[in-house]
Nanobody, 122 residues
Framework: QRQLVESGGELVQAGGSLRLACQASGLAFRSRTMGWFRRAPGKGRECVASISESGGRIYYAESVKGRFTVARDNDKNTTHLQMDSLKLEDTAVYFC???????????????WGQGTQVTVSS
């Protein structure tokens, strides 16, 4: 079975930090681009960060640049999203996703996790 499972989402105070994890199984993780997306209430999916197969290419949305850091460990088939200086507008369900090729938009991603809720309070 091919699946992605996110973890780490929780309630956090504005200015705080959170680390999300995504565990992949049943797919050729090393040959896939991994992305982190979020869906805020009333909004569509937004690509927060993407990281290429070997980690050589990294993308961050302008809204999170300088605050979020994406990484991957191909030996453990995991990707992480470190979120610092969290803001109220970061509140969303966060998803990890996998794409056959490099992508920074939702369309090319063909595998998605179920999501983990991140709630930032004031």
């Amino acid at each position: 079975q091919r699946q992605l499972v996110e973890s780490g989402g929780e309630l956090v105070q504005a200015g705080g930090s959170l680390r999300l994890a995504c565990q992949a199984s049943g797919l050729a993780f090393r040959s896939r681009t991994m992305g982190w997306f979020r869906r805020a209430p009333g909004k569509g999916r937004e690509c927060v960060a993407s990281i290429s197969e070997s980690g050589g290419r990294i993308y961050y949305a302008e809204s999170v640049k300088g605050r979020f850091t994406v990484a991957r460990d191909n030996d453990k088939n995991t990707t992480h999203l470190q979120m610092d200086s969290l803001k109220l507008e970061d509140t969303a369900v966060y998803f990890c996703a996998s794409s056959f090729t490099w992508a920074t938009t939702p369309g090319p991603y063909d595998m998605w996790g179920q999501g983990t809720q991140v709630t930032v309070s004031s």
